[in-house]
């Protein structure tokens, strides 16, 4: 494929992506949400759990400026799917502090105090290339699609429909922005499957969530998540590891035998040194 | 195959992978335990499936989380192979 036909089949991706987008899944943090549906009664873990949401989410400056430089030189198509995810994942902010604030579980104050400890952090891009980073955007999307679905049950069993609209709300878009990733892996899986399937692997086996390190208290907040209905190995697996795999028609023989020739090199790599010593 | 060897094939599989000596490690160790993370653990499987010849459903390595269990698992495989 040359890589006028990988730019062309990015653009077709980024149309029905956008398209759909616009038709199906435009929506306004300040007006669509039930803000009257909220429930003052709702725990304070549950308020909790949404702050961390917003901690991850509020480090949108640094995945824009960071993940665009290595996809800007990488195909229009990228870059234009990079700034329509930044304006769709700021709502996702405005809608989770807008629930904190309207529902009294924080001050402005307490939202304001919050941001600038979250900025005294800042996100390190986890992968360097575009490829790598389109397939870390595939995993990391759809986890933050089905951790945003198991919230949205939480927040229901607590009666509070404003909060569960958020997360249906967030999670819709996540998973749209999981799929295109997804057809672009494709698109790489085409172009080069030696090449990417090293790089699933390499990015499977080093993959992390964004916020950790990053949001204050991010351990004790995912413990707190996890009991409430977070990610633990098992879903991971179940939801998020083996359908992007399967949606990308990559097996996990051909992970395992990636991961056996690295070995391999590894060896050989050492055996060399070890021998020139 | 005995469940000793396939043990012995855990230990040897784990060994490459993990570049750790598991030989003392037993049914009732805990995988996450010796430092094999969940993706570390397909790895595993996948090395032990080539090894055995056999083939493992995904759905069915959810909920592995002891060494035991994992044996159980191929060992089941094994047999409905042979």
Redesign the interface.
């Known amino acids: 494929m040359s890589s006028d036909q990988f730019r062309e089949k990015l653009n077709k991706q980024f149309r029905i992506f956008f398209d759909k987008a616009e038709q199906e899944r435009r929506w306004n943090p300040y007006r669509d949400v039930p803000w009257d549906k909220i429930n003052p009664e709702t725990p304070e873990y549950v308020a909790v759990c949404a702050e961390t949401f917003l901690g991850v989410e509020s480090f949108l400056p640094d995945y824009i400026s960071k993940g665009l430089a290595v996809l800007r030189n990488s195909s229009s198509a990228q870059r234009s799917f990079s700034a329509n995810w930044g304006y769709e994942e700021l709502k996702h902010s405005i809608a989770l502090m807008e629930y904190l604030t309207r529902s009294g579980k924080r001050s402005d104050e307490q939202m304001h105090d919050y941001q600038q400890a979250l900025m005294k952090q800042s996100w390190t891009r986890p992968f360097d290339t575009a490829r790598q980073m389109t397939i870390y955007g595939s995993f990391q999307e759809m986890a933050t699609f089905v951790i945003y679905l198991r919230h949205e049950a939480l927040a229901k069993k607590h009666g509070d429909e404003a909060l569960a609209a958020v997360y249906r709300f967030n999670a819709r878009d996540e998973i749209a922005h999981a799929h295109f990733y997804e057809d672009v892996v494709k698109v790489y899986l085409e172009i080069d499957r030696p090449g990417t399937l090293v790089d699933i692997a390499h990015v499977?086996?080093n993959?992390q969530m964004p916020g950790v390190n990053i949001v204050p208290d991010y351990d004790q907040r995912i413990v707190l998540m996890r009991e409430e209905g977070n990610m633990d190995?098992?879903i991971?697996?179940?939801k998020v590891?083996?359908p992007v795999l399967k949606y990308l028609g990559v097996t996990?023989?051909e992970?395992?035998q990636v991961?056996?020739d690295a070995?391999a090199a590894r060896k050989a790599t050492q055996t060399g040194a070890n021998a020139a010593e | 195959m005995k469940r000793s060897e396939l043990i012995t094939v855990f230990q040897r599989m784990a060994s490459?992978?993990a570049e750790k000596d598991f030989s003392h490690v037993s049914e009732e160790s805990v995988i996450?335990d010796l430092g094999i993370?969940?993706?570390?653990m397909?790895?595993l499987?996948?090395?032990m499936?080539?090894e055995l010849k056999i083939q493992i459903p995904?759905?069915q390595?959810?909920?592995i989380q002891s060494v035991r269990q994992l044996l159980d698992l191929v060992e089941k495989r094994t047999t409905q192979t042979t």
């Open positions: 499977a086996k993959f190995r098992d991971f697996l179940q590891y083996f996990r023989q992970l395992v991961a056996i070995r | 490459e992978i996450a993370d969940s993706l570390g397909l790895e499987v996948g090395s499936e080539r995904d759905e390595l959810v909920g």
